[in-house]
């Protein structure tokens, strides 16, 4: 059965940083994209960054770009995100997905498998 488990949430002030792991199981890790997605109360689930299944390629929300940094180790079956900079707009349950593909997509119909969530809390 496959799991999907997130950590590293947390409360932080507007600036500062986290990093969140994404662990895998019950899946073939390195055969999947995976990407990073978010919730805010009362907003649609949307796309953050996503991640292609050498690593090779990266893709990001333009509301993110140069301020978070998906990345991945196949040989631990986890992905990370690494979010500096971060704002009180960040605030949400950040979810880890998985797409048993080539490339890398931000419909969230487009992934097979998704984390319970990490909740993000930035204060201003």
């Known amino acids: 059965q496959v799991q999907l488990v997130e950590s590293g949430g947390g409360s932080v002030q507007a600036g500062g940083s986290l990093r969140l792991s994404c662990e895998a199981s019950?899946?073939?890790?390195?055969?999947?994209?995976m990407g990073w997605f978010r919730q805010a109360p009362g907003k649609e689930r949307t796309f953050v960054a996503g991640?292609?299944?050498?690593?090779?390629?990266?893709y990001y929300a333009d509301s993110v770009k140069g301020r978070f940094t998906v990345s991945r180790g196949n040989a631990k079956n986890t992905v990370y995100l690494q979010m500096n900079s971060l704002k009180p707009e960040d605030t949400a349950v950040y979810y880890c997905?998985?797409?048993?593909?080539?490339?890398?997509?931000?419909?969230?119909?487009?992934?097979?498998?998704w984390g319970q969530g990490t909740q993000v809390t930035v204060s201003s």
């Open positions: 019950g899946l073939i890790f390195r055969s999947n994209v």
């Open positions: 991640i292609s299944r050498s690593g090779g390629s990266t």
């Open positions: 997905a998985a797409r048993y593909s080539e490339d890398i997509r931000v419909a969230t119909y487009e992934y097979d498998y």
